[in-house]
């Protein structure tokens, strides 16, 4: 019999998936539909190998599948999911984001006193 994971270590294990800015960049450009590698290389602009490692870090964890077609790798995200926590994220970043821009003012507001 497997060992249980509690739930908040699994989620912590996703979130480190997901921990890297290649990564992310990825799954962004993949919410707009399927990429092929050299695609993806175009826009995220790093060495073949580096992307290669990150692709194969998000298709083992089951984020994204990938197919071939002659010599040509096509990656996509495998639900829409993935699109909704990024965009999750981004909300959750403006807000504090413009927490810190409001935090900001008052610090500059109080200094010209």
Known sequence: ???????????????????????????ELLQDGPRPVRELLAEIEIEPS?????????????????????????YALTGGDVAELLG????????????QGRLLAELQEAESR
């Open 1 to 27: 019999m497997g060992v249980r994971v509690p739930l908040y270590e699994a989620k912590a294990e996703f979130f480190r998936m997901l921990g890297h800015p290649v990564r992310i960049r990825v799954l």
């Open 50 to 74: 580096s992307l290669s490692q990150q692709l194969a870090v998000l298709r083992r964890s089951g984020i994204v599948t990938s197919t071939r077609e002659g010599s040509s790798v096509t």
């Open 88 to 99: 999750s994220a981004r909300r959750i970043l403006g807000a504090m984001l413009a927490g």
